[in-house]
T-cell receptor
Framework: SQKIEQNSEALNIQEGKTATLTCNYTNYSPAYLQWYRQDPGRGPVFLLL?????KEKRKERLKVTFDTTLKQSLFHITASQPADSATYLC???????????FGTGTQLKVEL | DVKVTQSSRYLVKRTGEKVFLECVQDMDHENMFWYRQDPGLGLRLIYF???????EKGDIPEGYSVSREKKERFSLILESASTNQTSMYLCASSVPGPTVAFFGQGTRLTVV
């Protein structure tokens, strides 16, 4: 069956460190993958999109990698800050690219 | 600023009631989606629509129906609300193809 797996356990890190979140998928062949941020009680907000022919993408302190052989994406936040504390969701395109299927998300907490 | 607006932030309904959740977007997007989000299960797609009067079932359509009479508005209908439909409901919109989904702020529905 198709699965998108993210670490269900919360990730706690110290301010200034790099946070690395993992997204693994099975039985999908996505053309692209997205990462979203969600704060409590709010809808997800888009962060980054990476295509299958791109190995890495950066935006300010964020970096995403996409390994279609390993079927894995890594999401990095460098120089993390308490304001980065949130749940981060990965999403794959399915259904001809029009539907997004989400992982369960990983909660990140950045401590002072 | 792009906007997806859900009609209510919080709703409390009784078992057996017919419930309407409304979503409006101002971006002229073709695609609109309804997800529900539950702890440990992530976002699950209920229905989506890729054009006016067009709809497709998502992963968990049972107990729900949708209506899209105008491009900017997508309604989710719970024909006879049950307690297991207590959840956070999220509406999203996008243009066709591999692109960003914009989410509303969510409606937290409690069925008692």
């Amino acid at each position: 069956s198709q699965k998108i797996e993210q670490n269900s356990e919360a990730l706690n890190i110290q301010e200034g460190k790099t946070a690395t979140l993992t997204c693994n998928y099975t039985n999908y062949s996505p053309a692209y993958l997205q990462w979203y941020r969600q704060d409590p009680g709010r809808g997800p907000v888009f962060l980054l999109l990476i295509r299958e022919n791109e190995k890495e993408k950066r935006k300010e302190r964020l970096k995403v990698t996409f390994d279609t052989t390993l079927k894995q994406s890594l999401f990095h936040i460098t120089a993390s800050q308490p304001a980065d504390s949130a749940t981060y969701l990965c999403a794959l395109s399915t259904g001809g690219g029009n539907k997004l299927t989400f992982g369960t998300g990983t909660q990140l907490k950045v401590e002072l | 600023d792009v906007k997806v607006t859900q009609s209510s932030r919080y709703l409390v309904k009784r078992t057996g009631e017919k419930v309407f959740l409304e979503c409006v977007q101002d971006m002229d997007h073709e695609n609109m989606f309804w997800y529900r989000q539950d702890p440990g299960l992530g976002l699950r797609l209920i229905y989506f629509s890729y054009d006016v009067k067009m709809k497709e079932k998502g992963d968990i359509p049972e107990g729900y129906s949708v209506s899209r009479e105008k491009k900017e508005r997508f309604s989710l209908i719970l024909e006879s609300a049950s307690t297991n439909q207590t959840s956070m409901y999220l509406c999203a919109s996008s243009v066709p193809g591999p692109t960003v989904a914009f989410f509303g702020q969510g409606t937290r529905l409690t069925v008692v």
